[in-house]
């Protein structure tokens, strides 16, 4: 399985920014898939995760501002951010497992694969 983040950048506090992350190298379908995030002298946390079934979970600090979601027909993932903030800044990564699971898991570790990473900057 291979995962591969885009559409990271610089924006302003208040905008908004779609992240994409490709998969390839097995059936899409089945996947638990996951955005984390790794800030500056911090720990790597979680963000959102999404079940193929369509079922979600979100950090408390982003909940209401990022959806997470998938486009089966393109095999890929999406994080839709909105109202970022300064603190939002940081490294995003996707990850994926296949799992059987009834929620997204909010560990690292239950991650099987993983993207490269992609940079969100919001200036305030």
């Known amino acids: 399985v291979q995962l591969a983040e885009s559409g990271g950048g610089l924006v302003q506090a208040g905008d908004s920014l779609r992240l994409s992350c490709a998969f390839s190298?097995?059936?899409?379908?089945?996947?638990?898939f996951g955005w984390f995030r790794q800030a500056p002298g911090k720990e790597r946390e979680f963000v959102g995760g999404?079940?193929?079934?369509?079922?979600?979970r979100y950090a408390g600090s982003v909940k209401g501002r990022f959806t997470v979601s998938i486009d089966n027909a393109k095999d890929t993932l999406y994080l839709q951010m909105n109202s970022l903030k300064f603190e939002d800044t940081a490294v995003y990564y996707c990850?994926?497992?296949?799992?059987?699971?009834?929620?997204?898991?909010?560990?690292?570790?239950?991650?099987?694969?993983w993207g490269q990473g992609t940079q969100v900057t919001v200036s305030s």
């Open positions: 990850a994926a497992h296949k799992r059987s699971t009834v929620l997204p898991s909010t560990k690292e570790v239950d991650y099987d694969y």
């Open positions: 999404i079940l193929w079934t369509g079922t979600t």
């Open positions: 190298g097995r059936t899409f379908s089945s996947y638990t």
